[in-house]
C-alpha cells in the first residue's frame, strides 16, 4: 500500500511564497499522476495541480500563473511551489497519487495524504 507523507505546510503572509512537498512510499513501479489538492473551510475540495510522469501539468484557475507543480519521479515526489499567495488560498491541502503500478506490476487504488494546513494572512 502507498503511503503519501506531505510537509512544508504552515503560514505565510499575503504574497509570500511557500512550498509543499509530498513523497511516496512503497513497493511502487511507478506513478502516473501525482498532484495537490485543497479544502478551503467550509467548501468542497478542488484541484491546485497535477503533473504526469512525462511532466506535463495542469493547474486550477484560482493558481494558474502562481503557483509550480514539479516532480522528481525517481524519488516518487511531487512538489508546489507557491507564489504570490493570497487570503483565498488558505486550505487544507491534500497530496495525491494516482494510476499507481506497483513493483509486482499490479495497480493500486488512487492514494490519499492526510492534508497539510496552509494559512495565509494579511
Known amino acids: 500500500q502507498v503511503q503519501l507523507a506531505e510537509s512544508g505546510g504552515g503560514m505565510a503572509q499575503a504574497g509570500g511564497s511557500l512550498r509543499l512537498s509530498c513523497t511516496a512510499s512503497g513497493s511502487i513501479f511507478m506513478i502516473s499522476v501525482m498532484g495537490w489538492y485543497r479544502q478551503p473551510p467550509g467548501k468542497q475540495r478542488e484541484l491546485v495541480a497535477v503533473?504526469?510522469?512525462?511532466?506535463?501539468?495542469e493547474y486550477g484557475d484560482s493558481v494558474s500563473g502562481r503557483f509550480t507543480i514539479s516532480r522528481a519521479n525517481a524519488e516518487n515526489t511531487v512538489n508546489l511551489e507557491m507564489r504570490s499567495l493570497k487570503l483565498e488560498d488558505t486550505a487544507v491541502y491534500y497530496c495525491?497519487?494516482?494510476?499507481?503500478?506497483?513493483?509486482?506490476?499490479?495497480?493500486?487504488?488512487?492514494?490519499w495524504g492526510q492534508g497539510t494546513q496552509v494559512t495565509v494572512s494579511s
Open positions: 495525491n497519487a494516482d494510476g499507481i503500478i506497483y513493483s509486482d506490476y499490479s495497480e493500486g487504488l488512487p492514494c
Open positions: 503533473i504526469r510522469a512525462d511532466g506535463s501539468a
